[in-house]
């Protein structure tokens, strides 16, 4: 799984994150790789209605059953728009720990797929006790660095996908922090990972397309 | 000003979002009456698109400029989707003082009308002073009773409208919590309000139209 | 180990505190049993140097090193006041998952003793990841109502100290939320937890001495 | 008034604090000037009883009633410590509105002294209509700079002191951020300020007495 969180860059909003969701498409037709693309709240429907094969995820949904909570984020309001997953616990935007809990088990309720963020291989672990599809192992110091965390510190990754599995082996490890080129994502996958999260990479690259492609082939063979 | 703030209501999320706009379409044009409606983020832009004589809010938005703030609700973006205000500081979903200063001014940047809600006439004199367009009063013992501020304390009204112009003669001032007849409206009115925020009379009911068009009539002489 | 949260109870600050703690201290001389008390935090060097058979806990402390924190708690400060071990997450005052993991690694440089609080047996899993030496598990549904949780949901605290058991072997767990009898500890001891961890009805006891002793006995075999 | 937040300094906790208490005691005598020392809350008690001369504030209360708040700041137990007041939204503990006015308000009914810290003249005026007894203008780009806003930004302090007599002819202006001299609290008293807020000057001074002695000449004619 190649994931893109676009974060609030002024980059990947309206048309623009559109574009990127488009041209991940067209990169997920030719290389097979799923891609999944997270835009600002308001710009979920925009790309989940004109984009079919990219899987449009929400950056985060509060813990909430429907009701009186006036500027929250309500998990049903995110998939009525057409998310089919969230990204919870990023590193900008941490949640405590019985929010998180709740958030996973609203989601496996209404069939959204999870990505809890972990900055390193011991919150991944306790993290992946909480049942969650995907962990994202992003240490902090690395985001938006350039430098990969797989190339950088190979040992935290592979701590990781060690810790994750002595607890609970269904939960899959993503990768995050520093990810923009091929071999970062082949560092990655080589270390136990199953795919990458990454942002700033793609979200503000001139041409998204040849900078998916160029990740989507560091997947192959 | 007649607003209307959906919350996190399921019966009022998507298309049934868009239903209530475009009953209150129907209103505004029928009575003249300036209708907002504050819909779940990411139904902002499906109401703008699809209505033209209702003026969409954001129910929140954060004190961020563009740039890595994963799953925050980036101004920009709320604007780009269509919105021509925000709801900032609900009893629900309260700010720091120097955060909402800070979405005030980069509301004001955008050209963003702002609603910040108040829980008492004091804190609305010190909201007040860091210039919204309006303050919406809105004790929150009385959010989603059905007995409306303006009927069951009257005075509390009177003092917000009074200690407002204390210090600030151009915000103006909105009555909220409790809210739902015709004659909660003009009671708030001749209290010297300019408008009511309102949620679940609305949000809730089963049919928007008439309850819209009712509430609208207490604006009438 | 009967562990004893003050909470901001009236009955329980300043020199009622020294007097629980000094029922406790007759108590634990009594009966051998490890007895803790947590209160608040400018009463901790009061109790540390008139008790030195009980141990004092604060009830919470931040997860910041010495410096530019108005207003926080520095785990130095409550360390160089006397107290021997800190209680985290509770569910009055929850944690995000990276502030728990560097609060207890600060606790553990500092010599500190960790009681992390969990509402249930997945989330005490989850945290048991990050090597606390005691989780209080306390569903808040039960906090206060002086109906036990050994009692009422004896599944919860077995499903609590298995699910424990599954990542880590070391760390201890104590039961919490309405223990307030004999019976209620001896219960929680039968189902495998190693304490208990209890407020009101030891804060708010006219005769603090008696209950305290009353809940040793549990610990009898 | 001269005031000295001690944040959660290593070299200001503990006898250090008690250390410093005392060295303003004894300026506070020689001079007649006011000084207020506001320690961690785990060392007010240490120095309201060690020390009669010079004013124990605590750096936050939290705006709670007594009862069942694990690890929250009761403001009855810091007054009951021997505290005679308490800074409240320092730029490092920012409040929400409303409960800087419930702090407030709990403040005045156990006679507790406030001071409400604000990072620019229109947070200052917005924060006097909630009527504390002083604000502190202490703009956060020169917090422990050693660069004093009374120097580099003189517009500030006056339009802040403009701004507050606006609303409420009560509150007193205390003026905070990189005050380090004499000559910066001559600067702030001739800019219509009635005192200063300061921290590392103090706490971090090798000898705290000489240099509150100088802080104090600045208040002499």
């Given at each position: ?8 860059y ?7 994150a ?5 041209a ?19 710009d ?16 985060h ?10 500027g ?10 057409g ?20 958030a996973i ?9 999870t ?7 011991v919150t991944?672990r306790?993290?992946?006790?909480l049942?969650?599809?995907y962990?994202?192992?992003?240490p902090p ?5 350039g ?15 060690n ?7 269904s939960?899959?490890v ?7 080129t091929?071999?970062?994502v082949?560092?990655?996958l080589?270390?136990?990972?199953e ?12 041409d ?14």
């Amino acid at each position: 799984m190649l994931a893109v969180n676009l974060k609030a860059y002024k980059e990947a909003i309206g048309n623009r994150a559109l574009e990127i969701a488009k041209a991940a498409e067209k990169v997920s037709e030719e290389t097979g790789v799923e891609i999944v693309i997270a835009p600002q709240h308001v710009d979920i429907r925009l790309l989940s209605e004109n984009v079919s094969k990219v899987k449009i995820f929400a950056q985060h949904m509060d813990p909430i059953e429907p009701g009186a909570h006036t500027g929250w984020i309500l998990p049903e309001s995110i998939k009525e728009a057409g998310a089919v997953g969230v990204i919870l616990n990023h590193s900008e935007h941490q949640m405590k720990i019985e929010d998180l809990e709740k958030a996973i088990n609203i989601a496996k309720k209404l069939g959204l797929v999870t990505i809890v963020c972990a900055n390193d291989p011991v919150t991944a672990r306790a993290i992946s006790s909480l049942n969650p599809d995907y962990i994202a192992v992003e240490p902090p110091e690395l985001i938006g660095t350039g430098v990969s965390v797989s190339k950088a510190e190979p040992e935290i990754v592979k701590n990781a996908v060690n810790m994750v599995r002595q607890c609970n082996i269904s939960t899959k490890v993503l990768v995050g922090a520093g990810i923009s080129t091929k071999e970062d994502v082949k560092a990655a996958l080589e270390l136990g990972a199953e795919g990458v999260l990454l942002a700033s990479a793609v979200a503000k690259a001139e041409d998204p397309y040849t900078k998916l492609k160029e990740l989507a082939e560091g997947f192959m063979k």
